[in-house]
């Protein structure tokens, strides 16, 4: 068993109590990374309490052996695809998908997710053509916060009289 996979078994349970799920794991360079989420969106109460109960049960099972950091945190606005499962969740949304250089096609891919198989995805493209690209072809990919009309744009400004003297 996989650290990812021993800590998904000793954390998911305890997360589930609290109405939370874990969208990702990662344990790379010293980190270990969980990414949990909940319907509706996450909040900053929520992740500091998934933080202590994950902290408290690795403590107490040691999945890991040497020294590591831990980060609970929110998949974010943007978030990553790693995993069919993740794809199958954005169906519907725009996502930015980059392939291996060796992949056929161009290396990006921009626009609606549409579909999901066991062996990849299909990508309506910007231009409306849609391209399938298999999984083992996707070097990165994510989902893409798009902002609606006018938001991020400062408010204007309010007009000055001119004053006379």
């Known amino acids: ?43 900053l109460d929520s992740i500091a309490l998934a933080t ?23 998949p974010g606005i943007e978030r990553p695809l790693r995993t069919p499962e993740h794809f199958e969740r954005a169906v519907g949304q725009p996502v930015n998908v980059r392939t291996h250089p060796d992949a056929p096609g161009d290396r990006r891919a921009r626009g609606e997710l549409t579909a999901v198989d066991a ?19 996707i070097e990165r990919a994510r989902t893409v916060f798009e902002w609606g009309p006018g938001a991020g744009s400062a408010p204007p400004r309010p007009k000055r009289k001119a004053h006379s003297s």
């Not at 010293?30 to 990414?35: E, M, P, T, Y």
């Open 119 to 137: 062996d990849g995805i299909t990508v309506r493209l910007e231009d409306g053509t849609e391209r399938t690209i298999r999984f083992e072809e």
């Open 52 to 74: 202590r109960v994950v902290s408290r049960q690795l403590d107490h099972d040691d999945p890991i052996p040497g020294r590591y950091t831990l980060e609970v945190t929110s």
């Open 1 to 43: 068993m996989t650290v990812v996979e021993r800590v998904r078994a000793s954390v998911a349970p305890l997360l589930a109590d609290l109405g939370l799920e874990i969208y990702d794991i990662e344990h790379a360079g010293g980190i270990l990374r969980i990414s949990v989420d909940k319907p509706g969106g996450i909040d």
